[in-house]
């Protein structure tokens, strides 16, 4: 089955503080991924995305995210986080399907 | 401006009501998508259509229907069979019919009174 789970429902850290949201994956062909960013009441804004070769992608906002196939994991990183920061964050995966599946999201609290 | 418009924001429905969401885009996006958010889930399918009329059923079509009688715009209705329908709904296009970037709406919060 094609699934996402992100484990980490919450996440609290402090302002300038490094950051990692785990995302794993069940897909079965070539996946798609990517990392989307939602304030409160709004859509969501693409962060980055992978879909082939190198397996470290940038994004915007300074974020970042490594695809490991052995591990089906897809984590997204920040070095520095700033309170900007805090909003819910979704990782998703997709195909030639047509279909673009989400994880449950992680919200992310930032402390002064 | 290009991009996608969902209106209303916010909306209210009476219990045994219909009602339907707008969902335009004018980017020339082949595809598009409702999608269902409530807290803690994170977004579930409900229907995409990747042409012009025709469309498939996501992972929570019960008490849904969509058409795509344009390539600009697809409607949601929600029907009176939908038990739960208080949520946040999002439209998204893709440019192709395969997968790429998804580009969202704004949002409508659907609220039963």
């Known amino acids: 089955a094609q699934s996402v789970t992100q484990p980490d429902i919450h996440i609290t850290v402090s302002e300038g503080a490094s950051l990692e949201l785990r995302c794993n994956y069940s897909?079965?062909?070539?996946?798609?991924l990517f990392w989307y960013v939602q304030s409160p009441g709004q859509g969501l804004q693409l962060l980055l995305k992978y879909f082939s070769g190198d397996t470290l992608v940038q994004g915007i906002k300074g974020f970042e995210a490594e695809f490991k196939r052995s591990q089906s994991s897809f984590n997204l990183r920040k070095p520095s986080v700033h309170w900007s920061d805090a909003a819910e964050y979704f990782c998703?995966?997709?195909?030639?399907?047509?279909?673009?599946?989400f994880g449950q999201g992680t919200t992310l609290q930032v402390k002064p | 401006d290009g991009g996608i418009t969902q209106s209303p924001k916010y909306l209210f429905r009476k219990e045994g009501q219909n009602v339907t969401l707008s969902c335009e885009q004018n980017?020339?996006?082949?595809?598009m998508y409702w999608y269902r958010q409530d807290p803690g889930q994170g977004l579930r399918l409900i229907y995409y259509s990747q042409i012009v009329n025709d469309f498939q059923k996501g992972d929570i079509a019960e008490g849904y229907s969509v058409s795509r009688e344009k390539k600009e715009s697809f409607p949601l209705t929600v029907t009176s069979a939908q038990k739960n329908p208080t949520a946040f709904y999002l439209c998204?296009?893709?440019?192709?019919?395969?997968?790429?970037?998804?580009?969202f709406g704004q949002g409508t919060r659907l609220t039963v009174v």
């Open positions: 897909y079965g062909a070539t996946p798609y």
């Open positions: 980017l020339n996006h082949d595809a």
């Open positions: 998204a296009t893709i440019p192709g019919q395969g997968i790429t970037e998804a580009f």
């Open positions: 998703a995966v997709g195909g030639n399907t047509g279909k673009l599946i």
